[in-house]
């Protein structure tokens, strides 16, 4: 199924994260990616070869608390769980 296929099936308001030959291509709303972005017209036509749904999860203030940006999925973190705020990305291998 082709990039331009499969996107179809997601609404605007899907976050995607897009790896292509192991490389992070792009990153954001499925808005974003479709309308005005050359780098779409491009790739569109590419085969998608996996697709996951990642779930990213981070401390609301990470920023200001100098926190690492990801968790790592296998850390617990030392907060509450109402400090937390979560993300879901599709991640698509082209």
């Known amino acids: 199924m082709a990039l ?3 996107v179809k ?3 605007n308001s899907d976050r995607l994260q897009i790896l292509k030959d192991g490389k992070e291509v ?3 709303w499925l808005a974003m990616l ?3 972005n050359e780098m779409y017209e491009r790739m569109r036509t590419d085969a998608v070869k996996k697709f996951k749904a990642i779930p990213e ?3 609301r203030q990470w920023k ?3 926190l690492m940006k990801p968790l790592e999925p296998d ?3 030392e907060f509450l ?3 937390l705020q979560m993300n879901l990305y599709y991640t698509i291998y082209i």
Do not use: A
Request: aromatic share 12%.
């Open 75 to 77: 850390e617990t973190p």
């Open 26 to 28: 792009f990153v954001g």
């Open 57 to 59: 999860i981070r401390h």
């Open 81 to 83: 769980f109402s400090d």
């Open 9 to 11: 099936l997601l609404e």
């Open 4 to 6: 331009e296929e499969f």
């Open 64 to 66: 200001e608390r100098n």
């Open 34 to 36: 479709v309308m005005h």
